[in-house]
């Protein structure tokens, strides 16, 4: 069974950094792609990055320019940071490894940004 573990979540102001980390139990590769969503309250859960196994990155375009998702294949972790975060980030943000057969996910982790 594949787990992934969130970490780096908490308490920022409006115009802060914080850095998600997902640990993977499985190599990262396995994966076609892993991937940040967020779900913030009253809402659906959005994709946030992305990263394939080519390397390429996708990002929603409220977050374009201000976060960078990136992988360690040694450690098997994606990382997400987030920089010049605004209170509309606000949510739980979850890993999620996508494949051919299924998805996996994480167990959350709240970011939540104060003005």
């Known amino acids: 069974q594949v787990q992934l573990v969130e970490s780096g979540g908490g308490l920022a102001q409006a115009g802060e950094s914080l850095r998600l980390s997902c640990a993977s139990s499985?190599?990262?590769?396995?994966?076609?792609?892993m991937a940040w969503y967020r779900q913030a309250p009253g809402r659906q859960r959005e994709l946030v990055a992305s990263i394939n196994n080519g390397g390429y990155t996708h990002y929603v375009d409220s977050v374009e320019g201000r976060f960078t998702i990136s992988r360690d294949g040694a450690k098997n972790t994606v990382d997400l940071q987030m920089n010049s975060l605004e209170v509309e980030d606000t949510a739980v943000y979850y890993c999620a490894a996508h494949s051919h057969m299924s998805d996996y996910w994480g167990q959350g982790t709240q970011v939540t940004v104060s003005s």
């Open positions: 499985e190599s990262i590769f396995t994966f076609n792609a």
